[in-house]
């Protein structure tokens, strides 16, 4: 009987546990997508359809699965598209882009990491170096940036037109009483380049303004046995210059163990941080649970643990999204979210899709 085989056998109790703390019936611990396949597994956020794909496709070449993951979300950190991860991604309260990721690579247990790093396109890839090269784990800021320009990654501006625009909408609408005017008070209003227009009235933009605690979390596993993760985003949306979220920090926003499995998160990051959400993951596949199971299991850890109001709804539920992502070695996989609307990538033979997570709360 192998590890993980004898996990499931030991992981009776626990389960019963999470049953009885969520109040939901489990679902058999034995089975679960994936888990009877041969050959690489990739799997990410709702956002990674094409990172998996191209993760998938470099592991079939051989490459290793940091390497191939790495490739895999760079798609992502290079959209301007996506407004939560890299180019393009909404900035902090003063207009500047800073960004956060991490990698880590199971099979010689490294870890690297950037955090608050400005002006660099791909983060994760920085972070790859950090492992790649240094005997550290993290680097932040200044240092990071001199890092990354030191090896060759070329310095650019990362706030796009559109991310800019959502900024100063984010600003005229702050609060009544600031000197930035609110849409209805302004004698001009933006043209779509973003220069002012005089009009006898501004009309008010009625679409919400972007916000994103988005991200892209990406796990992947070789058919060696070989599993890696990684997480990159550009973080909470007009957040204090220096925030750091959770994508950065090993435990909270990702974790991969070569001899377990590999978690991430996507979402609210403090929430995730202070409950070490990826580690809790990982831990929790450890002990039996299915990979569904342990994101759930940790869902229901940060909504027990969060007790400020203002983050809790009338019926005493986070009302914030976080969505877990997790990978057992045996190429299982699954994803859980604190509310419905959580979706994750994967691709395996059966080629790339993106399927529902599973929400802890309807
Ligand atoms: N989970 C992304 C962040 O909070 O920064």
């Known amino acids: ?13 626990s389960l019963a546990a999470l049953s009885a703390a969520t109040g939901k019936a489990l679902a058999s611990p034995r089975r679960e997508p994936g888990d009877d396949h ?3 597994v990739s799997v990410a956020s709702g956002n990674g359809v094409k990172a998996v794909e191209r993760a998938w496709e470099l592991m079939n070449q051989g490459r290793d699965t940091a390497e191939a993951i790495v490739e895999g979300v760079r798609i992502v950190e290079e959209d301007p598209n996506d407004m939560s991860v890299g180019y393009g991604g909404l900035p902090n309260e003063r207009g500047v882009v800073q960004l956060d990721s991490s990698v880590m690579h199971g099979p010689t247990h490294k870890a690297g990491c950037v955090a608050c790093i400005e002006d ?5 890839s920085v972070a790859l170096e950090v492992l790649r090269r240094t005997d550290h784990v993290m680097l932040v800021g200044q240092g990071a940036k001199e890092f990354a320009v030191a090896l060759g990654f070329k310095e650019e501006n990362l706030l796009t037109d559109r991310a800019r625009r959502a900024w100063l909408r984010w600003k005229a609408n702050h609060g009544p009483n600031d000197d930035w005017l609110n849409p209805e008070q302004m004698d001009w209003e ?8 005089h009009t006898a009235m501004a009309t008010p933009e009625t679409s919400p303004i972007p916000f994103t605690t988005g991200t892209i979390h990406c796990s992947a596993l070789n058919d060696k046995g070989e599993l890696s993760g990684c997480t990159t ?13 959770d ?6 926003g990702m974790y991969a163990d070569n ?10 990051g403090e929430a995730v941080i202070q409950c070490c959400g990826s580690f809790l993951a990982v831990q929790f596949m450890d002990q039996g649970m299915s990979p569904t199971e342990a994101c759930t299991a940790v869902l229901k850890r940060i909504a027990d643990r969060t007790k400020q109001k203002r983050l809790l709804n009338e019926k005493g539920e986070p009302n914030f999204q976080v969505t877990m992502y997790a990978m057992r070695k045996d190429g299982a996989y699954g ?9 994750f990538a994967v691709c395996n033979g059966e080629g790339p899709r993106r399927v529902n997570s599973v929400p802890l709360f309807g």
Do not use: D, W
């Open 190 to 197: 933006f043209n779509q380049e973003g220069h002012g227009t």
């Open 335 to 343: 994803s859980a979210c604190m509310r419905p609307g959580g979706t």
């Open 38 to 40: 041969r050959g690489p």
């Open 120 to 124: 660099i396109k791909t983060p994760a």
């Open 247 to 252: 994508s950065p920090i090993i435990g909270a």
């Open 233 to 245: 985003t550009s973080g909470l949306s007009y957040k204090i210059p220096g925030r750091v979220g």
């Open 259 to 268: 001899e377990i499995g590999s978690a991430g998160a996507t979402g609210r």
């Open 1 to 13: 009987m192998n590890n993980i085989h004898r996990r499931h056998l030991l992981a009776a109790g």
